[in-house]
């Protein structure tokens, strides 16, 4: 037989009950939810900045940086929002590699989903409990999301799942701005599509149950990047493709166009410095077009203590630096920061 059914896992409202969200965080994911809001509908002026890790593989050095990013909050927060990344489930392309904290809470050690999804909880409760700040996540599994659903702020449909239906339709039960990020082949129109199917409401199997949904409003589009037929790396962050974007928006009935600019996968080919260039340009496209000013509310950006990447398992293991893919080191991060303050 091909599947060995491990254990019984337990519901998210199992684990919400065990791990319950206090009244102060309760009330910090309000207000942090109601001001990120007002940027995603168009009644804010600040500008949202979506950064961290590649992906969370240390609870300490991801709260560290965290409590880095809350500090440099407080300097830009008439500005900017800081949406840390406490990403906790990995996408593998192949299928091979690390696939994040939900699956190994310690990735040298052998996976374990239950004490995955009990890390994965405790991080993000750790997050708004000790920093102040709500997190985003991707949503690898939708089946999973009412595990975190009581504490994110933010979630990220990757490139890989945007085509799917069930992505689409459980975002739209979701109450928070849900980004859909374009497809690996670049397709504007895949993305849009994504975009109108999770601002509709839908009947659909969620868990065991028939339920209905009333569609989310504040889905919207994250530009990523595309890979050609050979496998390059294709940029779309560039002042043709917003104005394109901007375009096509027009043309759809959608509710509150936003786009935030993924500044690494395949907009910058990896090369993580280079999201210091990338971000810049964004910045200047804005200030060259009030539409696209309009359009982009924010930029995501991988970050982490120490630049570059290692691999998991070495002797050498540095605190603080990715094991996924390769992120801006934190003073550099920091300084962007602030000039993104300083600019918008």
Known sequence: ????FVKKLPSPAQIRETYPVSEKGQQVKLERDEAIRKVIT?????????????????EDAVLDYVHRLARVQEEVSDKLILIPRIYTNKPRT???????????????????VLAGLVAIRKIHLR???????????????????????????YVAIGARSVENQQHRLTVSGMDIPAGMKNPTSGDFSVMLNSVQAAQHGHDFIFRGWEVQTTGNP???????????????????????????????????????????VDANHSNSGKQHMEQIRI???????????????????????????VGGSQK???SNHIYGKSITDPCLDWENSRQLILEIAERV
């Not at 037989?1 to 060995?4: A, E, K, N, P, V």
């Not at 168009?42 to 240390?58: K, T």
């Open 1 to 4: 037989m091909g599947f060995t």
């Open 42 to 58: 168009g009644e804010s002026s600040r500008f949202i900045v979506i950064i961290g890790p590649c992906s969370a593989d240390n």
């Open 94 to 112: 192949t299928g091979e590699g690390y696939k994040g904290m939900m699956h190994q809470p310690d990735p040298e050690k052998k996976p374990d």
């Open 127 to 153: 997050a708004v409990e000790e920093t102040g700040l709500t997190a985003a996540d991707e949503m690898l599994y939708p089946e999973n999301w009412r595990y975190l659903s009581d504490i994110l702020s």
């Open 218 to 260: 504040l889905t919207h589009t994250i530009l990523r990047g595309a890979t050609n037929k050979h496998g390059q790396s294709i940029p779309n962050y560039h002042y043709e493709d917003l104005s394109l974007l901007v375009q096509m928006y027009s043309e759809r009935s959608l509710l509150n166009p936003a786009c935030i």
């Open 279 to 305: 971000v810049r340009e964004i910045l200047q496209s804005r200030h060259h077009s009030p539409d696209v000013a309009k359009l982009v509310k924010g930029v995501m950006i991988e970050s982490y203590i």
């Open 312 to 314: 998991v398992g070495v």
